[in-house]
């Protein structure tokens, strides 16, 4: 009669097709992880980066270098980076409405506006001339 070891039946298959010791049952092993597009933006964002700024180098991150452009161009006057800053804040900071404690303008906004709205006018004005009818 066969050894203990040498039964066949449910949950012990004959021994020459058992696993051999040292061996797997998955040679190729589990796939690797494929990954998302934001895993990948992410990664791509945090690898380091050799910038100079002034008469020195620093490495930074390529999030880091792109807020700094981004912010430079807003500070030179460019108002698409300007807009593009701000909406960043907001969506980053939560700037919406809900989480601010007051909705209203406060006389500080209303008065910063109106100077702005003021400069705007007399610089499309400045810009179209007084002869310029294409408007009318």
């Known amino acids: 009669m066969a050894g203990k070891d040498d039964s066949v039946g449910y949950k012990r298959p004959p021994k020459y097709t058992r696993f051999k010791p040292g061996h797997?049952?998955?040679?190729?092993?589990?796939?690797?992880?494929?990954?998302?597009?934001?895993?990948?933006?992410?990664?791509?964002?945090?690898?380091?980066?050799?910038?100079r700024e002034g008469d020195r180098e620093m490495k930074i991150s390529k999030q880091r270098a792109v807020v700094k452009a981004l912010v430079a161009a807003a500070i030179k006057g460019n108002m698409r980076a300007t807009a593009a800053l701000v909406a960043f804040c907001s969506r980053a900071f939560g700037g919406t409405p809900e989480n601010d404690q007051s909705s209203s303008p406060t006389p500080d906004d209303l008065e910063i506006l109106a100077d702005f709205v003021g400069r705007e006018v007399r610089r499309r004005a400045a810009c179209e001339g007084p002869d310029d009818d294409s408007q009318h």
Request: net charge positive; hydrophobic share 30%; glycine share 8%.
């Open 24 to 51: 797997s049952g998955n040679p190729k092993g589990r796939p690797t992880h494929v990954r998302s597009l934001k895993s990948e933006f992410l990664a791509e964002l945090s690898e380091l980066i050799r910038v």
